[in-house]
C-alpha cells in the first residue's frame, strides 16, 4: 500500500525530482502509518495480498503459455492429413473449494484452445475436447494446482 501511495504521488506530480520523491515519501508513511493505526490495516495484509497477487501473475503467464502451446497442437491437428479427430466429451472432479476457482479453472479450460467447458455442476466439469489426446491430465493440469495453492493462501 506504501508503494501504492508513492507511485499515485509520482504520478500526479508529473515530474521526479530529489525534492518531490523525499515528499513523497514523507507523505505515503504518514498516510500508511493513518491506516495502519486507525482502519485496522497492517504490514502482515500488504505480504499476504503481494503474495496472492504474485500467485495471479503466475496463474496467468500459465494460462498464456498454454494457450500458445494448444494453439500450435490444434493447428498440427487441423493441418494433419494424416490423422483423425476423435472429439471427445469428459467428465472429471476437483477438490477446488471455492466457487470463484471453479468458475475460473472453468473459463481457462474454456479460453485454451481444443476445449470448451459444456458444463459446470459444483465440483464436475464436463469439457467437450477436439481430439482425445487434449482431454488426458485435465483434471491433474497445472490450472487446478495454481488455483488450489491460491486457495491455501
Known amino acids: 500500500m506504501f ?17 518531490i520523491a523525499v515528499f513523497g515519501l514523507v507523505i505515503s508513511a504518514a498516510m500508511y502509518f493513518f491506516i495502519c493505526k486507525f482502519m485496522n490495516y497492517s504490514i502482515h495484509k500488504d505480504i499476504a495480498y503481494g503474495k496472492r497477487g504474485l500467485r495471479i501473475i503466475q496463474y496467468m503467464c500459465v494460462l498464456v503459455w498454454e494457450i500458445v502451446k494448444a494453439n500450435f497442437v490444434v493447428i498440427k491437428l487441423i493441418t494433419s492429413s494424416r490423422y483423425d479427430l476423435e472429439p ?18 472453468a473459463n481457462s479450460i474454456t479460453l485454451t484452445p481444443g476445449t470448451i467447458t459444456v458444463a459446470l455442476e459444483e465440483d464436475e466439469y464436463v469439457v467437450h475436447c477436439l481430439d482425445k489426446e487434449l ?16 486457495e491455501r493462501m
Open 88 to 105: 471427445a466429451l469428459i467428465r472429471f472432479k476437483t477438490d477446488l473449494k471455492t466457487k470463484q476457482a471453479r468458475v475460473i479453472l
Open 3 to 19: 508503494l501504492i501511495f508513492f507511485g499515485v504521488w509520482i504520478v500526479f506530480n508529473g515530474a521526479f525530482t530529489a525534492e
Open 135 to 150: 482431454a488426458e491430465g485435465m483434471n491433474h493440469s497445472k490450472f487446478v494446482e495454481l488455483l488450489e495453492k491460491l
